[in-house]
């Protein structure tokens, strides 16, 4: 959904022989293969885990799938004391596949880029797991939320747990960096959000792991709609600040000062205009966050990225067009 995906004719080969979904992402020389791919096509400056967010509600037990053109669907979905009562963090054994594709990657890769592993944050998982599959109106889980939120924090208090133990078996397997995706805390209100989801990825980030083998782990936070409280996550204990296309980047370094990088924000519609239009608002966003800090270490620099998932209709020569002119036009800003 960020770099590897169905815009790909090759990932669609190697899904068909994959089967589904869950065959490509459990099966590790496929996850290698799917991950390395718009690396190889790119020449992009890092890759990302081929895997799911959904991985870690499905060793808990949920039952995932991907239906053809329906998106993620589980068999059994969590609303009811019953059913919250039986969470627990699932056993890590349950995710090896996932831990073995990290260091079979990191081989394959053989220092070329670095690997950013991830996960969904306690609030954008619990989405999942009580609405049972994607969701419109959020309406099944903020119910929960507002009538039994009790319910709704032993839910989250389970996720926070097994996310940072997920995300800790990644880094121990060589996951070079980690990414926090909050893709609908952006649908909570004011209040909400710091409650059921910042509180959260907060408690994850306390419990990762922030070195391993000497080298610091960067953390990056990703919240889709999230512009408004940028101001309460500069609390996060985290390196890197991921914004969608509705943020202004120059208010945001304003805002966040030389504490966080900012990675984002291009809106992934962009890729389906013409190519020159693709050119003008990458460098637009380039231009919104100004001159990089020329340092070194982590600081107020800018982390081009898109700000949101990629669209599978995406024409894959846009993307060429696209990392080709990040990579000229931020090399000239350097200068
Ligand atoms: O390169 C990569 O894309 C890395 C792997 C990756 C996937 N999903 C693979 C995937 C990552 C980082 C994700 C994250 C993810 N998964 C998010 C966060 C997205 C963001 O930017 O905020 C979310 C919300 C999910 C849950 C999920 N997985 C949904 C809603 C869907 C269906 C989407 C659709 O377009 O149908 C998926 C499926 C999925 N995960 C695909 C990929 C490549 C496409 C499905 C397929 O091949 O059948």
């Not at 991950?35 to 959904?54: E, H, N, W």
């Not at 009562?85 to 349950?94: I, Q, S």
């Not at 809106?267 to 020329?294: C, E, I, Y």
Request: aromatic share 8%; with cysteine.
């Amino acid at each position: 959904m960020r770099q590897a995906g169905r815009y790909l004719a090759e990932y669609r080969d190697t899904r068909a022989k994959a089967g589904s979904f869950m065959g490509l992402a459990t099966n590790t020389d496929f996850a290698t293969e799917v991950t390395l791919q718009p690396i190889d096509r790119y020449g992009l400056d890092a890759a990302i885990l081929f895997s799911d967010i959904l991985t870690v509600p499905d060793a808990m037990g949920l039952g995932l799938s991907f239906v053809n053109g329906e998106g993620p669907k589980f068999e059994r979905h969590v609303r009811d004391e019953a059913s919250v009562a039986l969470l627990k963090v699932p056993d890590m054994d349950k995710l090896r596949y996932v831990f073995d594709a990290v260091t079979s990657i990191r081989k394959a890769l053989n220092g070329r880029v670095p690997l950013i592993g991830f996960t969904g944050s306690p609030w954008t998982l619990a989405c999942y797991m009580v609405e049972g599959g994607s969701s419109s109106d959020y309406r099944a889980v903020k119910s929960l939320m507002y009538q039994r939120p009790d319910l709704m924090h032993q839910i989250l208090s389970v996720n926070a747990e097994a996310v940072a133990a997920y995300l800790n078996a990644q880094i121990a397997a060589g996951a070079q960096a980690v990414m926090i995706f909050d893709s609908w805390g952006g649908v909570l209100a004011d209040g909400a959000f710091q409650e059921f989801s910042l509180a959260y990825t907060k408690q994850v980030l306390e419990k990762t792991t922030r070195t391993h083998e000497g080298q610091t782990i960067p953390r990056i936070v990703f919240t889709k709609g999230g512009g408004q409280w940028l101001g309460d996550m500069t609390a996060l204990n985290c390196d890197v600040l991921g914004v969608d296309w509705t943020v202004n980047l120059q208010r945001a370094r304003a805002l966040v000062g030389d504490r966080f990088a900012l990675q984002g924000n291009l809106d992934p519609m962009v890729l389906f205009a013409d190519p020159a239009s693709v050119a003008k608002q990458a460098r637009r966003v380039l231009d919104d966050f100004g001159q990089p800090h020329t340092g070194t270490g982590c600081g107020a620099t800018h982390i081009f990225n898109l700000g949101h998932g990629i669209n599978q209709h995406t024409p894959p020569e846009n993307v060429a067009t696209l990392v080709e002119t990040v990579h000229e036009y931020s090399r000239q800003m350097r200068r």
